[in-house]
Nanobody, 123 residues
Framework: QVQLVESGGGLVQAGGSLRLSCAAS????????MGWFRQAPGREREFVAA????????NSVDSVKGRFTISRDNAKNTLYLQMNSLKPEDTAVYYC????????????????WGQGTQVTVSS
């Protein structure tokens, strides 16, 4: 059974930082491309960032470029999202996801999803 478990969310003031983690089990982590997505209240889920199985390809949405960094540790089966200079508009539930096809992540078509972790940024 595949499990993706996010952690590291919380309440932070604008300008602060958080580091999200996603622990994967039940799948061959190093064979899967990974991504982060978010969903704010009343809005559709949106793509945040993706990283290929090797870490050689990375994509992110323009609104987080220069502030968020996606990374992975295949030895620990863990995906990360370092979030700096947080803004109130970053408030959302953040989800990690796994896919065998990299392009699936870019179109929010992952094979597996986590349950999400809440990130709240106060102004």
């Amino acid at each position: 059974q595949v499990q993706l478990v996010e952690s590291g969310g919380g309440l932070v003031q604008a300008g602060g930082s958080l580091r999200l983690s996603c622990a994967a089990s039940g799948l061959t982590f190093s064979n899967h491309h990974m991504g982060w997505f978010r969903q704010a209240p009343g809005r559709e889920r949106e793509f945040v960032a993706a990283i290929s199985w090797s870490g050689g390809d990375i994509n992110s949405v323009d609104s987080v470029k220069g502030r968020f960094t996606i990374s992975r540790d295949n030895a620990k089966n863990t995906l990360y999202l370092q979030m700096n200079s947080l803004k109130p508009e970053d408030t959302a539930v953040y989800y990690c996801a796994a896919a065998r096809r990299y392009t699936a992540l870019l179109t929010i078509g992952a094979d597996y999803w986590g349950q999400g972790t809440q990130v709240t940024v106060s102004s």
